[in-house]
């Protein structure tokens, strides 16, 4: 069983930055490739971004790709999402996920294991 806790939320103007952090315990870190996923209000929940279990490999949605890079600290447990040029549009509750298949992050939209959310906003 894994737990994932996501940090790191809060207001940010357009334009700005914003650093995301999600920390994992109970599994084994490397084992599983780690992925964020967003939810605004009225909409379904989207894939933002998925980092490889090694870190060698990133995926990123069109709309934040040149905007956000995720990134990994295997020894500290750690995923982190970096969103610079932030955009109106990113207002959302952003969620970590884990998954030992990538597939399954980037291409079924889904994973084994989900943190609790963190909000971002983004104001004019």
């Known amino acids: 069983q894994v737990q994932l806790v996501e940090s790191g939320g809060g207001l940010v103007q357009a334009g700005g930055s914003l650093r995301l952090s999600c920390g994992a315990s109970?599994?084994?870190?490397?084992?599983?490739?780690m992925g964020w996923f967003r939810q605004a209000p009225g909409k379904e929940r989207e894939f933002v971004a998925a980092i490889s279990r090694s870190g060698d490999s990133t995926y990123y949605h069109d709309s934040v790709k040149g905007r956000f890079t995720i990134s990994r600290d295997n020894a500290k447990k750690t995923v982190y999402l970096q969103m610079n040029s932030s955009k109106l549009e990113d207002t959302a509750i952003y969620y970590c996920?884990?998954?030992?298949?990538?597939?399954?992050?980037?291409?079924?939209?889904?994973?084994?294991?989900w943190g609790q959310g963190t909000q971002v906003t983004v104001s004019s």
């Open positions: 996920a884990a998954d030992r298949s990538r597939v399954r992050l980037t291409a079924a939209g889904t994973a084994s294991y």
């Open positions: 109970g599994g084994t870190f490397n084992t599983y490739a």
